[in-house]
């Protein structure tokens, strides 16, 4: 019961609350057409059934007031028909689904440099063999990918350019242009910052592990596991890669900001 309540409650605030009603949102001022306006009730209602089970009285109530009833009408015996989705509509669903991640990782990196949700922004797509069905081609997922991320273009690149902040979605590389939005010197004293962690854990471990060599296998473990206690535990190795990675970011912002500045 839980864990249908918490499915419902998913997609009630986050894909209707969160995702469509975002999509569908008109201009500042401007009015809703009629078509939309009819299927969003029409969804609407839809969900009212799926969770009056959880919630009958609210349900019900709303279900009385978002159409006129007839004496008698009542969310308690109107059927709810889902039919299965067709070929088309999964597929439909799982481009949207694409276009929800994109938009999600601009809004990550949006977050990450402190870049206002208003401030427009440009997308590079840096294809490769195979992408050229990527969702951003199509006309209509173009359209909301821009509307809900803020950008003023996409563009279609062979390789990202510089001063932007890149993320992946599954084989394909996004990066967006950052110009003059972020403070490279900020920035770079983050990284100093995560770059000197990143040292000191990966120092901590390698430490543990000489100890261990010394004293046998038994002060290894039980170390490990009082470092784990405080921190979580990674392999030697993903810290020493994780330093040298940080080190390259940090050496491409500070040249970043010397053609900057």
């Given at each position: 019961l839980n864990e249908a309540l918490m499915a419902v409650f998913?997609?009630?605030?986050?894909?209707?609350?969160?995702?469509?009603?975002?999509?569908?949102?008109?201009?500042?001022?401007?009015?809703?057409?009629?078509?939309?306006?009819?299927?969003?009730?029409?969804?609407?209602?839809?969900?009212?059934?799926?969770?009056?089970?959880?919630?009958?009285?609210?349900?019900?109530?709303?279900?009385?007031?978002?159409?006129?009833?007839?004496?008698?009408?009542?969310?308690?015996?109107?059927?709810?028909?889902?039919?299965?989705?067709?070929?088309?509509?999964?597929?439909?669903?799982?481009?949207?689904?694409?276009?929800?991640?994109?938009?999600?990782?601009?809004?990550?990196?949006?977050?990450?440099?402190?870049?206002?949700?208003?401030?427009?922004?440009?997308?590079?797509?840096?294809?490769?063999?195979?992408?050229?069905?990527?969702?951003?081609?199509?006309?209509?997922?173009?359209?909301v990918i821009k509307k809900m991320a803020s950008l003023s273009d996409i563009l279609y690149v062979q390789a990202k350019g510089d001063g932007t902040s890149a993320f992946m979605l599954g084989t394909t590389e996004y990066a967006v242009q950052l110009g003059n939005l972020i403070d490279t010197e900020a920035e770079i004293q983050k990284m100093m910052a995560e770059v000197k962690k990143a040292g000191q854990e990966s120092q901590e471990i390698a430490n543990i592990y000489k100890g261990g060599e010394q004293l046998g296998a038994e002060y290894r473990n039980i170390m490990l596991r009082k470092h784990q206690e405080n921190k979580p535990l990674r392999d030697l190795q993903i810290y020493r890669e994780c330093s040298h990675n940080l080190n390259e970011i940090l050496k491409g912002l500070k040249d970043l900001k010397k053609r900057l500045g």
């Open positions: 998913k997609l009630f605030t986050d894909e209707f609350s969160g995702w469509y009603l975002e999509m569908i949102k008109p201009a500042y001022q401007a009015p809703i057409d009629a078509a939309t306006f009819n299927a969003t009730l029409g969804f609407f209602e839809q969900l009212m059934k799926i969770i009056h089970p959880f919630m009958p009285f609210i349900t019900e109530e709303l279900y009385q007031h978002i159409a006129e009833r007839k004496d008698g009408e009542s969310i308690m015996v109107d059927p709810l028909v889902l039919p299965a989705p067709t070929a088309e509509e999964a597929s439909l669903i799982a481009q949207y689904e694409e276009a929800k991640q994109i938009i999600s990782g601009v809004r990550a990196v949006r977050q990450s440099k402190n870049i206002s949700p208003r401030e427009p922004l440009v997308l590079e797509v840096v294809l490769s063999a195979g992408d050229e069905q990527n969702v951003t081609k199509d006309a209509s997922l173009t359209a």
